[in-house]
């Protein structure tokens, strides 16, 4: 379902859908809480974004060992992210605009392709720190969301394409090694405070859309 005038909760008697693998209800009008989808653990892909009637938390989700992609952007649900650390075969995670707060996990899954969190309020949170880890992170937003900390060596995320995290308090120093990531289209640090220090090689910084 997509883009449609379906509207109220998800039934509690979608649990029973045992062989479930793809759940997606974007932009329509649901409304309520998710958490009967937690109980189904074939589920690879929930997608609930644009509800904004959805609320709730992601409490019981680490149950969805098999989930690889969740979207759950612009939705009205709150709680912490603290269950993403269990889901090791996570590789997609949208929750731009919920109302999420921290903090996130100390260990983020290496599976991770691409994370957004844009303007997800996550002040005084303190970064992962095995961010350095997500080898095979292609699009990282971390925009808006008042993390704290200090900058792991991210010299190793050689797919990057997108790394968004302005508007945060990170210290540290950019790694040299961010100068080989070819494919990278956007970098956006600013807004860090004087205690980020910009080491790296002049040129390897690269701003635009994508």
Same mark, same amino acid.
């Given at each position: 379902?997509? !883009?449609?005038?379906?509207?109220?909760?998800? /039934?509690?008697?979608?649990?029973?859908?045992?062989?479930?693998?793809?759940?997606?209800?974007?932009?329509? &009008?649901?409304?309520? =809480?998710?958490?009967?989808?937690?109980?189904?653990?074939?589920?690879?892909?929930?997608?609930?974004?644009?509800?904004?009637?959805?609320?709730?938390?992601?409490?019981?989700?680490?149950?969805?060992?098999?989930?690889?992609?969740?979207?759950?952007?612009?939705?009205?649900?709150?709680?912490? &992210?603290? =269950?993403?650390?269990?889901?090791?075969?996570?590789?997609?995670?949208?929750?731009?605009?919920?109302?999420?707060?921290?903090?996130?996990?100390?260990?983020?899954?290496?599976?991770?392709?691409?994370?957004?969190?844009? %303007?997800?309020?996550? !002040?005084?949170?303190?970064?992962?720190?095995? &961010?350095?880890?997500?080898? %095979?992170?292609?699009?990282?937003?971390?925009?808006?969301?008042?993390?704290?900390?200090?900058? /792991?060596?991210?010299?190793? @995320?050689?797919?990057?394409?997108?790394?968004?995290?302005? !508007?945060?308090?990170?210290?540290?120093?950019?790694?040299?090694?961010?100068?080989? @990531?070819?494919?990278?289209?956007?970098?956006?640090? /600013?807004?860090?405070?004087?205690?980020?220090?910009? =080491?790296?090689?002049?040129?390897?910084?690269?701003?635009?859309?994508?």
């Amino acid at each position: 379902m997509y !883009n449609t005038q379906i509207s109220g909760p998800v /039934p509690s008697s979608y649990s029973n859908l045992q062989s479930l693998q793809t759940f997606k209800a974007e932009n329509c &009008l649901l409304d309520g =809480d998710i958490s009967a989808l937690y109980a189904i653990p074939t589920l690879k892909t929930l997608s609930v974004s644009g509800n904004a009637g959805i609320s709730g938390s992601l409490e019981g989700a680490a149950s969805l060992t098999n989930l690889e992609e969740l979207y759950v952007s612009e939705t009205s649900m709150t709680g912490t &992210l603290e =269950d993403l650390g269990a889901m090791s075969k996570l590789r997609m995670f949208g929750a731009a605009e919920a109302g999420f707060t921290g903090p996130l996990p100390e260990s983020l899954p290496v599976s991770l392709v691409e994370i957004d969190l844009t %303007n997800v309020p996550l !002040n005084d949170t303190a970064i992962p720190t095995n &961010l350095g880890s997500l080898t %095979n992170i292609q699009k990282l937003r971390f925009t808006n969301n008042g993390l704290t900390g200090e900058l /792991p060596d991210i010299g190793a @995320w050689t797919s990057a394409i997108v790394v968004d995290m302005a !508007n945060n308090r990170i210290s540290g120093v950019l790694p040299e090694a961010i100068g080989t @990531w070819t494919s990278c289209k956007r970098l956006t640090i /600013p807004n860090c405070g004087k205690s980020l220090k910009h =080491d790296a090689p002049r040129g390897s910084f690269l701003s635009g859309g994508a």
